[in-house]
C-alpha cells in the first residue's frame, strides 16, 4: 500500500493492508480529526473515548498526536483488525475494546473527551447513550459528534433521496418500493439494515438536551456542503478539493454549481439553516462541573448558577 501522505495517519500492516485500501480514506480521518481539535482544543494526553471506533484508525491518529486515545467497538471483526493495527503502530492492541455505546465497560467521570463519527445512526438506544456518555465524562468533559442528519434530503447508506420528515417506518416501506422496482440493485442494503438505523435530528438531540441538563448539548451543521453569500461552499477546503477533482460524476457538484448560476445560493443557505436540513449534524456538549452547579453564596441568599 502507498505510504499515506498524513503526518499521523497509521501504518497498515501488510495482512491488512488489501482490506483498508477499499475502505480507508485519510484525507477523511485527517478532516475529522481536524474538526475535534479546532473545536475542543483538547490538551495534549487528554483521555478520549471514540465510540463505534471501527478498525481503530482515528485511536491510533489520536495516540501519535500525544492524546490517551481508546476506543469502544461491538464488532468483533473490527476489534480485532483494531489490535493488529495497534500493535503494527506499537501502541497496545488493547486500547480498543470490545463493547456497545449504550453499556460502556467504563467506570464513572473517567474520559476528558467522548467523541464519535458516523456512530450515532447506528446505535440502538439514543438517549441510552447520551446518558452513558454523561456518566463517563468527568465533570467539565465535553463531547463531540458527527452523523448524518435525517431531517435532511439525502440517505447515504442507501443513496437515495428522502424527505426530512419522515418516519422510519415510512423510510423502511420507501426502501421495500425501491427494491421492488430495482433501484439501486444489489448495491443497497437490505430493509433490515433501514430497521436498524437510528434517525438523529436536531429535535431529538433538543429533547435529549432537556432530559439531560447535566450534558449542555446542543447541535448544529456538521459540514460537507452548506450555502454561503450566495454560494455554495464546503464545509472543508480538503473535502471540496476533493470533490472537485469528481466533478465529472458528481451530481451533487452538478447541483452546486446550477445553484451558482442561479444565485439562489443564499436563498437556500438561509432555508436550509432555518428548517435545519444540512445533511450532517455535529453535536457537541458539556458536562456540568461542579464549580458551575455549585450554589452560588450571595449574602443570605443563595442563587443557582444555571
Ligand atoms: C460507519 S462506522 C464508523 C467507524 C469509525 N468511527 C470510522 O469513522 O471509521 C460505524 C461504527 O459504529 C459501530 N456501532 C454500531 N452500533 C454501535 C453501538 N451500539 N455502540 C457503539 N458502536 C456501534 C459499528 O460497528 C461501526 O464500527
Not at 463493547?99 to 473517567?110: K, S, T
Not at 465533570?139 to 435532511?152: E, L
Request: proline content about 6%; glycine content about 8%; hydrophobic content about 40%.
Amino acid at each position: 500500500m502507498p505510504q499515506s501522505k498524513a503526518p499521523y495517519f497509521p501504518d497498515i500492516p501488510p495482512e491488512l493492508a488489501r482490506r483498508f485500501r477499499k475502505t480507508v480514506d485519510d484525507t477523511k480521518y485527517t478532516r475529522n480529526i481536524e474538526l475535534f481539535i479546532e473545536d475542543m482544543a483538547p490538551a495534549k494526553g487528554a483521555r478520549i473515548l471514540e465510540v463505534g471506533s471501527g478498525e481503530g484508525i482515528l485511536v491510533v491518529m489520536l495516540c501519535k498526536m500525544g492524546f490517551d486515545a481508546v476506543g469502544l467497538e461491538p464488532g468483533d471483526a473490527y476489534v480485532r483488525n483494531a489490535a493488529r493495527l495497534l500493535e503494527h503502530n506499537e501502541l497496545d492492541p488493547d486500547r480498543v475494546l470490545l463493547g456497545c455505546a449504550e453499556r460502556m465497560p467504563f467506570p464513572d467521570a473517567f474520559f476528558d473527551f467522548v467523541i464519535s463519527y458516523y456512530t450515532l445512526e447506528h446505535v440502538q438506544d439514543l438517549e441510552q447513550t447520551f446518558r452513558e456518555i454523561e456518566r463517563v465524562l468527568k465533570p467539565g468533559g465535553r463531547t463531540f459528534h458527527i452523523c448524518p442528519n435525517y431531517n435532511s434530503f439525502f440517505e447515504g447508506h442507501f443513496r437515495v433521496f428522502m424527505l426530512p420528515f419522515m418516519s422510519k417506518r415510512a423510510f423502511r416501506n420507501y426502501i421495500r418500493v425501491l427494491k421492488w422496482l430495482k433501484f439501486g440493485r444489489d448495491r443497497m442494503p437490505s430493509v433490515e439494515f433501514a430497521d436498524s438505523l437510528c434517525f438523529v435530528r436536531p429535535q431529538r438531540v433538543r429533547a435529549i438536551g432537556k432530559l439531560q441538563p447535566g450534558l449542555r448539548l446542543s447541535e448544529s451543521n456538521g459540514g460537507v456542503i452548506s450555502v454561503r453569500h450566495g454560494r455554495m461552499v464546503f464545509g472543508n477546503r480538503k473535502l471540496s478539493e476533493k470533490l472537485k477533482r469528481s466533478r465529472s460524476r458528481d451530481a451533487l457538484y452538478k447541483g452546486v454549481e446550477i445553484v451558482n448560476r442561479l444565485r439562489l445560493g443564499g436563498l437556500l443557505y438561509t432555508i436550509m439553516m432555518r428548517r435545519k436540513w444540512y445533511p450532517n449534524i455535529k453535536i457537541v456538549g458539556t458536562k456540568e462541573s461542579a464549580e458551575s452547579s455549585r450554589p452560588i453564596r450571595m449574602g443570605a441568599s443563595t442563587i443557582n448558577r444555571h
